[in-house]
């Protein structure tokens, strides 16, 4: 079973604050992912990381950031939060082979 | 660049029908093909996947076929239950020539499956 985990499940808050969503993932794998889903459903890709160190930009154009300071801890971070964000966000990660294991999702509203 | 293309949804089934749902795709490479899986506020489980041309992937009563010729991964179950009640993603994920995968995921817009009893 994947042990690939998000917090918080659901999160409020208010125009102009600072979040970072949390994922970790306990497979030891050195990709892993973030994105983000619409509310009809299509995911895209917003972040990417092939190893300690290494993060990418994915094909949606996003104002998060993230980091890989280690393995198994990939933090995205909204400096500063806006109605636009609203969104639930995916965590992914993936060994050598192709398939991703997800976590829970994070449902961020931002009011 | 790669892309999928899934079938227009909702789909709305009564219980013990036979459910497919259209997956093609366009890719470089050689793609690997996945279906994903995912249930009401939760994240997506791999439901099936095929790694190269007339393999066939199975799980839980699904099936889907790699076909290279026609560039489809349709996904069929003989007859779907309630409990099948999800969104379905059709994805890809290109490999190189030498065999080795880019490590990043192509999805399908989703297909959301109803099943009434």
């Known amino acids: 079973e994947a042990d690939i985990y998000q917090t918080p499940r659901y999160l409020v808050i208010g125009t102009g604050k600072k979040i970072t969503l949390e994922c970790s993932q306990t497979?030891?794998?050195?990709?892993m992912y973030w994105y983000q889903q619409d509310p009809g459903m299509e995911l895209h890709l917003i972040h990417y990381?092939?190893?300690?160190?290494?993060?990418e930009k994915g094909d949606l154009s996003s104002e998060s950031t993230v980091s890989r300071i280690r393995t198994e801890h990939f933090p995205l971070t909204l400096e500063s939060a806006r109605p636009s964000h609203t969104s639930q966000y995916l965590c992914a990660s993936s060994e050598i082979r192709d398939e991703q294991f997800f976590g829970p999702g994070t449902r961020l509203t931002v009011l | 660049g790669d892309s999928v293309t899934q079938m227009e949804g909702p789909v709305t089934l009564s219980e013990e029908a036979f459910l497919t749902i259209n997956c093609t795709y366009t890719a470089t490479g050689y793609p690997s093909l996945f279906w994903y899986v995912q249930y009401p506020g939760e994240g997506l489980q791999l439901l099936l996947k095929a790694t190269k041309a007339d393999d066939k992937g199975s799980n839980k009563g699904f099936e889907a076929t790699y076909r290279k010729e026609t560039t489809s991964f349709h996904l069929e179950k003989g007859s779907v239950q309630v409990s099948d009640s999800a969104v379905y993603f059709c994805?890809?994920?290109?490999?190189?020539?030498?065999?080795?995968?880019?490590?990043?995921?192509?999805f399908g817009q989703g297909t959301i499956l109803t099943v009434h009893p």
């Open positions: 994805a890809l994920s290109p490999l190189n020539a030498g065999g080795t995968s880019y490590g990043k995921l192509t």
């Open positions: 497979m030891g794998h050195d990709k």
């Open positions: 990381s092939y190893g300690v160190n290494s993060t």
